[in-house]
């Protein structure tokens, strides 16, 4: 457990309409949720970000919700993403 909640990891798969938008930013704001890129592309026609996000378990359900919502797949990771 980390000091701000559990942490999940997450690959965000973001679509071109938003990749110009602080996808990021906005969750943090909105769910006060603390998150780790581990890695990311972000081109002109898409984006994708591996994120470890920590918080209360409900700020980081409502926190993928609403990147589901907004048109981001949201898919959970298991295992090292750095290491390899």
């Known amino acids: 457990m980390t000091p701000h909640g559990d942490a999940i990891r997450l690959f965000v798969s973001i679509p071109e309409e938003l990749v110009e938008r ?8 909105r769910f006060d949720v603390v998150p780790s890129i581990r ?7 898409s984006a994708w970000v591996i994120l470890e996000l920590a918080g209360p378990h409900d700020a980081r359900g409502k926190a993928i919700a609403y990147l589901e919502e907004q048109g981001c797949t949201v898919n959970r990771m298991e295992g090292d993403v750095v290491a390899g």
């Open 22 to 29: 602080p996808m990021i930013y906005e969750v943090i704001k």
């Open 39 to 45: 890695r990311a592309n972000v081109e002109a026609h």
